[in-house]
């Protein structure tokens, strides 16, 4: 009976060991894709409305991880390329984690003299569950764009009408609200699942 | 003439699998439905030129939609942007793909009513009479569970 006793003490304590050392080196690995700022940095004051016309802020962040991007509803290309990765992510992400701790997808428009709430709704909603959908004065978006570092800017076309040229990148909002880190372009639906699981689990 | 005549009829669709007959033919397509109601919408492909020369393909065209235009997403030190193309060369015995983050055909002003599921045809006509039709059935870019 001890030495079954010593044999389970003995068995506990390597299997211990080794999860300690699977978790050093996940933890060790850190994100692939995604860019970690050094220091998490505190996001300005913004006044933005979501698709439902409710009052979004910095505030609105808080509680869980977001991944944000910005783009425009007339843009027929990247910018639904990338938010159905995001939102492929999440699913996948919907089998190992509790609903409270799957990311929040953030689509902010940069082009708000198209893209009216109604338009916003109507685009997100085409994304499935967990996405919202940011617009309002361009003042106020670019409070957070300027916090973020995203570019964007109107580019007339030969027939008419414009396109927006704008950064790419999904910017990583931490459960404090915080700027956290950064996918650059081109994006991979792998990449925004793992490096997001990570960031969920390790900050 | 004849064959002339023959050559600019022949049609390639979408899914066909290879060898069928044509000098250019699609295949992989495949049609988003569009984001908004009157919104943009995008077509990606891969177009399979099987003669010994160049096919240009320049006109774009579709009872669904009333303007097809194709484009290009470049991606420049992380910024995204889109470039109208007046042509789309696809050299000897070659394929050119159009897909996210690169070539692609725009597609405005869709019809009122579209579904995912729907059969909708975009015609493709090249400088040398030669064309080739697309047809797919419209997805949805998240399919509801």
Do not use: W
């Amino acid at each position: 009976m001890q030495r079954t006793i010593l044999k389970l003490a003995a068995l506990s304590a390597v299997l211990g060991a080794l999860l300690l050392v699977m978790l050093s080196q996940r933890q060790a690995e850190g994100p692939l894709h995604a860019t970690l700022l050094p220091q998490p940095r505190e996001l300005p004051a913004f006044a933005l409305v979501d698709q439902n016309g409710s009052p979004f802020g910095r505030e609105a962040f808080a509680g869980r991880v977001s991944l944000v991007f910005f783009g425009f509803t007339h843009c027929p290309d990247i910018c639904p390329a990338t938010l159905q990765q995001l939102a492929f992510a999440r699913r996948e992400l919907s089998e190992s984690l509790p609903p409270a701790e799957l990311p929040a997808i953030v689509f902010v428009s940069v082009d708000p003299e198209r893209d009216d709430v109604e338009s916003v709704a109507a685009y997100v909603d085409a994304f499935g569950d967990g996405i919202d959908g940011l617009t309002g004065p361009l003042e106020e978006i670019d409070k957070l764009t300027r916090a973020l570092g995203i570019f964007h800017s109107r580019a007339p076309q030969p027939e008419g009408g414009y396109q927006v040229e704008h950064s790419a990148a999904v910017i990583v909002i931490d459960r404090q609200g915080r700027y956290r880190a950064v996918f650059s372009a081109p994006h991979e639906t792998e990449a925004f699942a793992r490096d997001t699981l990570y960031m969920i689990e390790n900050t | 003439m004849t064959r002339a005549i023959a050559s600019a009829l022949l049609v390639a669709l979408a899914g066909c699998a290879p060898g069928d007959d044509g000098p250019l033919t699609v295949s992989d397509a495949t049609v988003y439905l569009p984001l908004t109601p009157n919104g943009m919408s995008v077509a990606y492909m891969t177009l399979n030129n099987h003669t010994p020369n160049s096919i240009v393909v320049s006109e774009f065209h579709s009872e669904d939609y009333a303007r097809v235009e194709l484009h290009e997403t470049t991606l420049d030190a992380g910024l995204a942007r889109m470039v109208p193309l007046s042509e789309l060369p696809i050299p000897p015995e070659s394929s050119v793909s159009l897909k996210a983050g690169g070539k692609h055909l725009m597609l405005m002003r869709p019809r009122s009513g579209l579904e995912a599921g729907e059969l909708v045809s975009i015609e493709l006509r090249a400088a040398d009479g030669t064309t080739a039709e697309v047809r797919a059935r419209l997805e949805a870019r998240v399919p509801r569970d």
